[in-house]
């Protein structure tokens, strides 16, 4: 099938323009569609799926405004942040400003896309924009859109004691099976609402953000599973929970994402929420108090004296194990509020789902507070972190996983 775009600019001159250049490169004149506003290129990204969004970045909202030299940016704020437009699986932005370009340039990395210099002598942008545009061509002329194909994925940053509290539920995991090179894993099957479902789980070969990203799109693109987790271990803040308390990670962002400047370290968090859905759900997981008594009742090993229960909220995740006892409570002051932990993972795992091609699956991460990123951190409760963790996982899944099926 033909790839279908979409070109957003205010000037009809530059507009024509960058027509001709899509046009050159092979596309066809009857699959692009053009808007000159905010408002109608939202309207036209809430009901088209696009395979390339060409936008200038200096763009009014209305017919009437003003060039807004951040219009564009906003634009793609809500593409990515509201659940109403149809992503584009290709975003190429043009500025004809060299600071906004280096203003938005990590931005735009951050989130696989294109960003480049619009000028009328330099031809430049003309020949990069030619070869992404074929590329686009050429990808929706032999895509297979590929469909939902398993129920739910899962992946931890451990084998001992994560993935194995994992394999301890009764869900008749098989032996292992090699994923790759690098990579195997384990299937299994449970019931919910009267229904089998199919369940595949990983541990991943080493802790750390890109250790969790890779594996997740591995899974991502072997399984198309319709729900994407993480569980296991992280750090909680002392004042906001308690040993053994879950923690499902919203928004999840690298705390260590910013720029330093003389000795001046700014924060720029590209913060992944979870879909509404399952953090409701999880608020119903979490008012089930029985639950979570029987939970910490029967487990025989060294466990916290308090009950544990589920808490959803901001995580960070950092590439750095946290023993200082005044990270933490930095990444609060500085950068979230409200922050109830912080772990090496999730971001990752988080960031895989969100970019990989669609169909894209609904990630989440419940990890349970095993130590306060102190001094006084130690092993004794690693072990009773990760059961919550896989028990109230399971538990989620066996009550709410067929919500998802459709």
């Not at 301890?168 to 195997?184: F, H, K, N």
């Not at 802790?207 to 569980?231: D, N, T, Y």
């Not at 906001?240 to 400047?261: F, H, S, T």
Request: proline content about 4%; some cysteine.
């Amino acid at each position: 099938m033909a790839a279908r775009i979409l070109v957003v600019d205010d000037d009809q001159k530059k507009l024509g323009v960058l027509i001709r250049v899509l046009l050159e490169a092979g596309a066809d004149r009857a699959r692009i569609d053009t808007a000159q506003t905010g408002v109608d290129a939202r309207r036209q990204l809430s009901e088209v799926k696009y395979d390339l969004l060409l936008l200038d970045m200096a763009l009014p909202f209305r017919v009437e405004d003003v060039p807004d030299q951040h219009g564009g940016k906003v634009l793609l704020d809500e593409l990515v942040e509201r659940n109403i437009y149809v992503r584009p699986l290709s975003v190429v932005g043009l500025t004809a400003f060299e600071d906004l370009q280096l203003e938005l340039g990590d931005y735009f990395k951050s989130k696989l896309w294109t960003l480049d210099l619009y000028s009328a002598s330099d031809t430049g942008w003309i020949e990069r924009l030619t070869a992404k545009t074929k590329y686009v061509l050429d990808r929706a002329a032999e895509i297979v859109h590929p469909v939902f194909q398993t129920d739910v994925c899962v992946i931890t940053a451990l084998q001992s004691p994560e993935l194995d509290a994992l394999r301890r539920l009764p869900w008749t995991w098989g032996p292992a099976t090699s994923l790759d090179e690098v990579d195997y894993y384990y299937e299994g099957r449970f019931v919910c609402n009267g229904h089998s479902c199919s369940v595949i789980a990983a541990a991943a070969p080493r802790m750390g953000m890109v250790a969790s990203a890779i594996l997740g799109l591995k899974l991502i693109m072997r399984f198309r599973p319709r729900l994407l987790a993480m569980i296991g271990i992280c750090a909680g803040l002392k004042s906001e929970c308690n040993i053994g308390d879950v923690l499902v990670a919203d928004p999840a962002w690298d705390w260590q994402m910013g720029k330093y400047r003389k000795g001046v370290f700014s924060a720029a968090p590209d913060q992944i929420d979870i879909a509404t859905a399952i953090a409701e759900r999880c608020r119903l997981l979490a008012g089930d108090k029985e639950f979570w008594f029987d939970l910490h009742r029967s487990y025989q090993g060294a466990k916290a004296e308090v009950i544990p229960t589920l808490r959803i909220g901001p995580v960070a995740s950092g590439s750095s194990v946290l023993a200082d006892g005044i990270t933490l409570a930095k990444i609060k002051e500085q950068q979230h509020r409200k922050l109830l932990g912080v772990e090496m993972e999730l971001y990752g795992m988080y960031a895989a789902a969100r970019d990989c091609s669609p169909p894209s699956p609904q990630a989440f991460g419940l990890k349970a507070v095993s130590d306060y990123a102190n001094a006084n951190k130690d092993d004794r409760f690693q072990d009773y972190a990760a059961h919550v963790s896989a028990v109230a996982f399971a538990t989620f899944c066996e009550r709410y996983a067929t919500d998802f099926a459709h």
